[in-house]
């Protein structure tokens, strides 16, 4: 059709990409993790999703009609990129009601997940080089933008009352006497993935007091909050820091579903207006976040946990119960007061590589825990999500898992 | 309520913000340009967005409620970093309709509208100090991430056709000859923005050759391409270039509606692999994606076209009349074969300064064209959108923009 159909030789045909590739994008990890496509035979505790039988379609329909049809043209123009106030306003409201937070909507800026939240809070601060503390373990999704932008990241033991004060001090000197700038804590504090542990009062003061004295900016992954089936909300460390140095990022993927990409991060008003400043992808859709804060403010979203939490409990209690009928003798595991995972360690009985083949051969998936380490680490664990499979599916899961480290041994 | 809350002195509370952002985002500039709250007896000629009149809430309301009906959980987990195969697919057999392509959904990679997909093709290819090229005026929500990762940019000349090859060539030899590397030519040949000219053909095949033999990746926003109202549409660059060595960036924000924030980037798949791969923020929404994307498969997006087309049509020749009747004697202006805006060129005799006065005064706003330049440049243009404004609204508006420029003579 034009002059060029009839050359033979480009120089882009026989280009090597790597050749033009930025520095960065030659070096940067794959974004995601995946169970793959999966033989529906197989029982997959994989990533953290919802329970699917709940997920509230009848309602979200009729947000979306109620938001079109009341002011379509509003929706569906541009929004600006802090995102639509009335979603802003209440999630402020929300969480001034669980921790007297002093928050309003201009604390908050809406993002694509809390994926985008927590790349948004490692660029605004971190060059390469600098360091990001995290718990070990820690969510994996958070590790991969870390080595993006050439962090180096640290890694601090926790217990069952979460992070330990002392470690983190520790690390923090030995990283400051080597020259290394400690920039940032990325931590799951509440409900955290992988464990299900939840950091105490005490220690989360403690290291409010650490970060204060170093300058080191908190940002607290809270995206499994609002998946508590028992014991009580502690404060975030944005509410024990009087609002300054932490930021809490969040989002709808746990509480409601993955599938909208609806996040956020709460801080400080000038860090907040930073991140909003520094930003070119043009911001949430307004029509998708502004049908999200229809249903929310309607009462649709405090009634959908108000279902959803109990079968969460159940199928945690569930998957502990089989636990610990088919797997006590070669392992423990945590005991989480919510979220979506339940934390494996192997004895050391146990061989690791061979629990992977015996796995495959009786038709169960698990994240394998190395997935969780910034080193090495977590090869005698495995993660297990409760959340999306089903009662049946839970018992029989676990039931093969327990003939598969029986084989393991 | 802790043990913080009666310290009196933090260092957080009297820290410099600068003291702890990265580099980048010390130096990165704002990331959006909006016409700010604005008097509604003002008449605004401002951003690009479409009539909202002929919005199609109607229709997007049915496309939403069939999709979470007929796969509530498919629309609502997690959906991949490349976007949902429902609109890849619609996007390809649409360009291979277009222009035999021969593209399928893999080469297509879903972003958060078509600001996403610039930044996306810059983070991936440019190099602090890298050379970005673009064309003179160029759009200004392009030269934003441009800034903000360093590129080096060097504007190149265009005429009534479009960019000029021998200008085109001339810069890259004097950039490569300075030891520069440039690596990306990010163009708008079709219903260009700011100004609306298309790039001949001819013109097109010389880029694609010049690229091709200094191994420079094409960027072609086709954004507009779509909102053409006479004229034949020309082939794109990927077309042109055999699938090599181009992209074609494109959004459903003028075809459709700016508040859903879904763009595209079209290109060869290794490239697009590369994008899909190097992304931290989860990809874009599941529920609105399929959402648009059953509007679109249902045939709404055709017949949305159908309608709106000559409501475009309409107001750019009633925007066109008004300007020969009211701003003759002091400007001239292309003459669009669709898109959005009509680029105004002001008289030597006429003040600039004088002129912001004067439209402040007679209550209408464009854009000034000092926007669209990488350098100095523009201080006697004005970029003028004819979408958004009533038919009224423009013929009032450009009454006023007339009387203004009579005063700044």
């Known amino acids: 059709m034009t002059a060029l159909d009839n050359r033979t030789e480009r120089r882009w045909a026989s280009l090597d990409l790597n ?20 033989d529906p035979e197989v ?18 329909i009729a947000a979306a009609r109620r938001v079109l049809e009341h002011d379509g043209p509003g929706a569906l123009e541009y929004g600006g990129t802090q995102g639509e ?115 105490s009062v005490p220690r989360r003061e403690a290291i409010v007091e650490l970060c204060d004295r170093f300058v080191i900016l908190i940002a607290e992954d809270d995206a499994y909050g609002e998946i508590r089936v028992e014991g009580q909300r502690p404060p975030s460390y944005y509410k024990i820091a009087g609002g300054q140095g932490a930021l809490r990022l969040s989002t709808v993927s746990k509480m409601l579903a993955t599938g909208l990409r609806i996040g956020w991060i709460t801080g400080p008003k000038e860090i907040v207006d930073t991140f909003v400043r520094l930003r070119y992808d043009g911001g949430l859709s307004p029509f998708l976040v502004r049908t999200v804060a229809e249903f929310c403010v309607s009462g649709d ?55 992977q083949d015996a796995m495959a051969q009786e038709k169960v998936i698990a994240r394998p825990g190395t997935q969780f380490f910034a080193g090495a680490g977590g090869a005698r664990n495995l993660r297990l999500c409760f959340s999306t499979a089903t009662i049946p599916e839970i018992e029989e899961g676990i039931r093969r898992l327990g003939r598969a480290i029986e084989q393991a041994v």
């Open 19 to 38: 050749e033009i590739l930025s520095n960065w994008a030659r070096h940067a990890p794959s974004g995601s993790g995946s169970d793959g496509a999966v």
């Open 43 to 60: 029982i997959v505790f994989g990533g953290g999703i919802p329970d699917p039988e709940s997920l509230p379609s009848a309602g979200l």
């Open 85 to 199: 106030l009335i979603l802003r306003e209440w999630l402020a409201e929300r969480l001034n009601r669980q921790e007297d937070a002093g928050v309003s909507a201009e604390h908050f800026v809406l993002t694509n997940g809390s994926g985008q939240a927590i790349e948004m809070a490692i660029r605004t601060f971190v060059d390469p080089g600098d360091v990001i503390l995290v718990e070990r373990p820690t969510y994996s999704g958070g590790l991969r933008p870390m080595r993006a932008y050439k962090a180096e990241i640290a890694d601090v033991e926790m217990d069952a009352d979460g992070v330990l004060p002392e470690a983190f001090e520790q690390t923090v000197t030995r990283l400051v006497a080597a020259g290394k700038r400690p920039k940032l804590f990325y931590t799951m504090p509440t409900l955290h993935n992988p464990t299900g542990i939840t950091t």
């Open 301 to 355: 979203e405090d009634r959908h946990l108000e279902t959803v939490l109990p079968i969460y409990k159940e199928k945690r209690d569930r998957m502990l119960s089989a636990l610990d009928e088919r797997c006590a003798r070669y392992a423990s595991w945590t005991h989480p007061e919510g979220g979506f995972f339940v934390w494996v360690t192997l004895a050391d009985a146990v061989d690791p590589a061979k629990l």
